[in-house]
């Protein structure tokens, strides 16, 4: 009895370290994959189209605080296709706002309240694209 209880922790014991190393090995992949190709994708034609449309989409605006826009940010990015994300995937964000978003990790699908309380926007400034088209249809 005893023998079948240490056989059996030792067995999970053994899986958990197998699992915790192919995630390591698959996170290591996958940043050098985005390392390397996502990098080369970023100088390509293809994205400084689908950059521009982003842009002019958004008015030039950056969707968050309403300054102009400079960067294009990726709510999400395509598992297996890179460069095949949808343009709603993407939005025109400031430099500042870019950084805050990466840095804070702030999920984009927060709500424009959720941001401003934990990530300490100005309510006054804080502007997300569907609000602000609402507004233009009222």
């Known amino acids: 009895m005893d ?4 056989l059996i922790i030792s067995l999970l014991f053994a899986l958990i ?5 192919l995630d390591k090995r698959n996170r290591k992949r996958r940043a ?5 190709e996502y990098n080369k994708y970023l100088l390509s034609e293809d994205w400084k189209r689908k950059r521009y ?6 008015n ?6 309403g300054q102009p826009a400079t960067q294009v940010h990726h709510k999400k990015y395509s598992k ?7 343009l709603i995937w993407l939005v025109s964000v400031c430099k500042p706002c870019h950084e805050t978003i990466h840095n804070k990790r702030i999920h984009p699908d927060l ?3 959720e ?4 990530y300490g926007f100005d309510s006054n400034t804080v502007r997300f694209r569907d609000k602000t088209q609402k507004l233009k249809a009222e």
Do not use: A
């Open 53 to 58: 449309l982003v842009l002019k989409r958004d």
């Open 3 to 6: 023998f079948t209880v240490i």
């Open 115 to 118: 941001i401003r309380w934990n």
């Open 32 to 36: 050098d994959y985005y390392r390397n």
């Open 17 to 21: 370290l197998i699992n915790r190393f």
């Open 60 to 65: 030039w605006r950056c969707v968050y605080c």
């Open 80 to 86: 297996r296709n890179l460069g095949k994300e949808p």
């Open 111 to 113: 709500h424009d309240s």
